[in-house]
């Protein structure tokens, strides 16, 4: 576990805290959390340094962490049931839902946008009550785009239902 998660979890239930840190996720008020963050790499332009402080806000806003999966299995799981487009592939006279799109979009972000497309995500999750894997996002904030290709993978990865009726593989 990181340094940036043991500090989040221990500090889970301190209102206060929890307040402070959701000012890193706006530009104009990032500085409030910068005394909290400062031990952990918070303060700055770099990149490292902007996975801190969103990840930190994204947690103070939505507190609900899992240890497995990434932003694709997130936004797989936003998916509306009737949008599936890895259950059977993109045919020819088909395109993306809306999640897809988003999520297209958020692949297509470089490293000034990443942030705050996740940003807009996680809320989503937030709200759908959605488990963020917060460990693997710090992570993979700090090195995008390296992550995009692990992204796509969970998200368009086969349907497991559809594997197991195949014999073991996918469609």
Not at 82 to 87: H, L, M, Q, R
Not at 105 to 125: M, P, S, T, W
Request: glycine share 8%.
């Amino acid at each position: 576990m990181s340094a940036l998660m043991e500090f989040l979890l221990r500090n889970a239930d301190n209102k206060r805290v929890m307040a402070t840190l959701r000012c890193g996720l706006v530009e104009s008020t990032e500085m409030r959390a910068w005394p909290l963050l400062a031990h952990l790499d918070g303060i700055g332009s770099s990149q490292r340094a902007r996975a801190v402080r969103t990840v930190a806000g994204l947690f103070a806003l939505h507190p609900r962490d899992c240890s497995s999966g990434n932003m694709g299995t997130v936004c797989r799981q936003l998916c509306g049931s009737d949008e599936t487009p890895w259950a059977s592939g993109l045919g020819a006279d088909d395109s993306p839902g809306p999640m897809g799109r988003r999520f297209l979009y958020l692949l297509n972000a470089d490293r000034e946008e990443i942030c705050g497309r996740v940003c807009r995500l996680v809320r989503y999750a937030g709200s759908r009550d959605i488990p963020v894997n917060y460990t693997a996002l710090e992570k993979d904030l700090s090195e995008w785009p390296r992550a995009r290709e692990a992204w796509a993978a969970a998200f368009w990865a086969p349907v497991a239902d559809e594997t197991a009726e195949n014999g073991g593989e996918a469609s």
